[in-house]
């Protein structure tokens, strides 16, 4: 059977990367639609003990190999691995975290093995493609869903005729689901030697540095968004930090605000930044164009606070404030400490 695979990454902490257990969470409806098993690849350092993190999310086969060199990531030793066992197995689709190590390896990997790879997917499903020149109908394709045209657009790409059908996604973009508690599977250790050349390991990492991340977007469960509106008086993002301390949430941007530097390129939602799905988003004086919608979306609850009532993050709001947020703000930050006494 033509498996779906997806590539896990490690974390610093040795644990299977969030972007990795979303995957397999899709991956699982992929691979029921399609009537296969779901293959996860995990290549690492002492990695025999996440088998138990991998297998409620519903992963029939772990293929894990195991060695010392192999943590932290490299890009040879780690492609030799993934297109060995690509063209042993023949899986039909394989999935990538669109993260630095996936948009390394990905890339690398389909040119290798001739066959496309969209980056970046925003939805993945199984469908059927007409080829009108062959006159022929063939099912079970994965439609790859992702915005183009500068977001104007959703393509849906199809790879019809090569395999595997490859594709990167974007952390927070799929929901992470526990598919059975009790799910379990085989495991299968791939032995190293046989995989990967001596000559794969020609970086030797002398030392390494991990910085600490500081902002904490894409966990955070409430958002406090500000747009280019908020630079219409001085003093905007310090008064949305403000609302952010209240609340305990954390201050995300729009690309204009980022580019008008008003905030740091870490904190910007959306298309080419970081896509969220926290219990609430406030967004303060954000348009809501269809990029900054991209990356937003899936918030549970959404707020938007703008002068303008018919602006587009009003039309997927669940409430609107039609106002001025400077004036808004201090009035919400006033209510939520007299009330959450
Ligand atoms: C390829 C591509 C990728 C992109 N990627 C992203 C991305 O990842 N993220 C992203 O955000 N954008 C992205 N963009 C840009 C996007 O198209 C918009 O330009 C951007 O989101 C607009 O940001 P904004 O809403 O802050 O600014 P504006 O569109 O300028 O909107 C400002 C809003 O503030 C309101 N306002 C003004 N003053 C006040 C006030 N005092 N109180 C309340 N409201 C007020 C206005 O009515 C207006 O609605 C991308 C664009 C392209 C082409």
């Given at each position: ?32 639609g399609l009537k296969v098993q779901l293959e996860a690849v995990v290549a690492g350092y002492q990695v025999q003990q996440l088998e138990s993190s991998l297998y409620p999310y519903g992963v ?153 991340q500081k902002i904490k977007i894409k966990s955070a469960q409430i958002i406090v968004c500000g747009g280019y509106g908020m630079n219409s008086k001085p003093g905007g993002f310090e008064l949305l930090q403000q609302l952010a ?97």
């Amino acid at each position: 059977m033509n498996n779906v695979f997806v590539y896990c990454e490690i974390t610093e902490e040795n644990r299977i990367a969030d972007v990795s257990l979303e995957l397999i969470s899709k991956a699982r409806k992929l691979a029921d639609g399609l009537k296969v098993q779901l293959e996860a690849v995990v290549a690492g350092y002492q990695v025999q003990q996440l088998e138990s993190s991998l297998y409620p999310y519903g992963v029939d086969i772990i293929n894990y190999a195991d060695d010392e060199k192999l943590f932290p990531y490299q890009t040879l030793p780690h492609f030799s691995i993934v297109t060995k066992l690509i063209e042993e197995k023949k899986p039909q689709i394989c999935l990538f975290g669109a993260t630095s190590v996936g948009r390394d390896l990905a890339p690398r990997v389909a040119s290798y093995l001739r066959c496309g790879l969209t980056a970046d997917c925003t939805s993945l499903e199984i469908g059927q493609y007409e080829d009108k020149k062959e006159n022929k109908t063939i099912d079970n394709l994965l439609y790859q869903i992702r915005p183009a045209f500068g977001g104007n657009i959703i393509a849906t790409i199809v790879n019809p005729y090569t395999r595997p059908q490859m594709a990167t996604v974007r952390e927070g973009v799929m929901k992470k689901e526990i598919y059975d508690p009790n799910h379990t599977g085989e495991f299968v250790r791939i032995d190293t030697k046989n995989y990967v050349k001596q000559s794969d390991y020609c970086i030797e990492i002398l030392s390494r540095e991990i910085e600490k991340q500081k902002i904490k977007i894409k966990s955070a469960q409430i958002i406090v968004c500000g747009g280019y509106g908020m630079n219409s008086k001085p003093g905007g993002f310090e008064l949305l930090q403000q609302l952010a301390d209240t609340l305990g949430a954390e201050v995300g941007a729009t690309r204009a605000a980022v580019d008008g530097g008003l905030a740091e390129h870490e904190r910007q939602i959306g298309q080419t930044g970081v896509t969220v799905r926290p219990k609430l988003y406030i967004g303060c004086g954000v348009s809501g164009a269809v990029q900054h919608r991209a990356g937003m979306d899936q918030s549970s609850k959404i707020i938007s606070i703008n002068t303008d009532p018919n602006a587009p993050l009003n039309a997927i709001a669940d409430y609107t404030i039609t106002g001025d947020a400077f004036e808004v703000i201090p009035k919400l930050i006033q209510y939520y400490k007299k009330n959450s006494k």
